[in-house]
């Protein structure tokens, strides 16, 4: 799913030309025929976004300056598919979810976390429909950390029904989740 952004703000910076303004605009000129006024300034170059120009949206990233048309942001391939989860949410996402939940107890100083953050990424991805994905910080909520017993991270927890069925400790390989993940599901 593409977004199309209806405006685009520029951040000034100092290797671009500043646009004059033709003498003969009143305040009562129409924003589009001041705008065709103005000077081209050249866009700094962009990859992962896409122009939509008079209705077919290119194939290839842009690496070029805009001409004219829309800009599209890919969101669906960048966007992180793992939400986080805290002491607020827990009951409702992860005990009251229908389907089986994977949760990541993590931490930010934590290096193997960081390690294992792009295999939680990729198996939400791949799970889509199957498996809802979580991310906890335990220390925003040491009170769930607490109350399942992590001891230490990353550790990987598999809930089902609202109840704790397996338990991963450790910056373990893809094949490790997946095996676990393929028995409750």
């Known amino acids: 799913m593409a977004t199309v952004l209806d405006s685009l703000s520029i951040p000034s910076f100092p290797s671009f030309p500043k646009s004059t303004v033709s003498p003969s605009l009143t305040a009562s000129a129409s924003p589009i025929s001041s705008i065709s006024k103005r000077p081209a300034v050249r866009l700094p170059e962009a990859s992962g976004l896409k122009i939509r120009s008079f209705g077919s949206v290119t194939q290839t990233p842009i690496r070029s300056r805009l001409a004219r048309g829309r800009i599209v942001c890919e969101t669906q391939e960048t966007a992180v598919g793992v939400l986080a989860v805290n002491e607020k949410t827990w009951k409702n996402l992860v005990l009251g979810s229908e389907s ?3 949760v990541e ?5 934590c290096g193997p976390c960081r390690m294992i953050h792009p295999v939680i990424d990729e198996l939400s991805r791949e799970y889509t429909g199957k498996l ?6 335990t220390d ?3 009170a769930i950390a607490t109350q399942y017993g992590i001891r230490s991270i990353p550790t990987v927890m598999i809930f089902k029904n609202g109840e704790k069925k397996d338990a991963i400790i450790g910056a373990v390989p893809k094949s490790t989740l997946v095996t676990s993940i393929d028995k409750f599901l």
Do not use: R
Request: glycine share 0%.
């Open 132 to 137: 809802k994905c979580y991310k906890l910080n």
């Open 100 to 102: 089986p939940v994977l």
């Open 140 to 142: 925003d909520s040491p």
């Open 105 to 109: 107890f993590w931490a930010p100083w």
